[in-house]
């Protein structure tokens, strides 16, 4: 599968496509960086669940985790700056740490709000290694 990534832009885009009436009212909340990843990773998890969407309460559930993923992602973005000017063993870690900064919307997201089916997969610790927060809706 050398398109992988393609279906996986693919259903993104066609979820957004069929919830685009559910979705409407609470759009600027999807536009805002860090508020974005919390809300996505909430309304994602709720359609996973097969809880229907409900995007006034994951609104309301995103402020609860603003603080903890912002204070993560500065971490992890701190991180990533500084084991930049290491030559090449820092350049690597440095990547490592820009990859857990990306991922750890989907951690915070899903576990800090309650929502206890998020977990790590198996295969999330293996690409990661050590990596604190890695859940998946399952």
Not at 9 to 38: E, I, M, R, Y
Not at 76 to 83: C, H, N
Not at 115 to 124: A, F, H, W
Request: aromatic share 12%.
């Amino acid at each position: 599968m050398p398109y992988k990534s393609l279906a996986i832009w693919n259903q993104a885009l066609s979820f957004h496509f069929s919830h685009w009436k559910t979705l409407l009212p609470v759009l600027p909340f999807l536009c805002l960086p860090v508020v974005g990843d919390v809300f996505h990773s909430l309304i994602i998890c709720q359609k996973v669940q097969g809880k229907g969407l409900r995007p006034m309460e994951a609104v309301r559930e995103v402020w609860r985790n603003l603080l903890p993923l912002f204070s993560m992602k500065l971490y992890f973005e701190g991180a990533a700056v500084l084991w930049g000017f290491v030559p090449i063993y820092g350049i690597i870690k440095s990547i490592r740490y820009r990859l857990y900064w990306a991922m750890a919307s989907n951690g915070l997201g899903a576990l800090g709000s309650g929502i206890t089916n998020c977990v790590p997969s198996e295969g999330e610790r293996k690409l990661t290694g050590e990596s604190p927060v890695m859940p998946a809706c399952r």
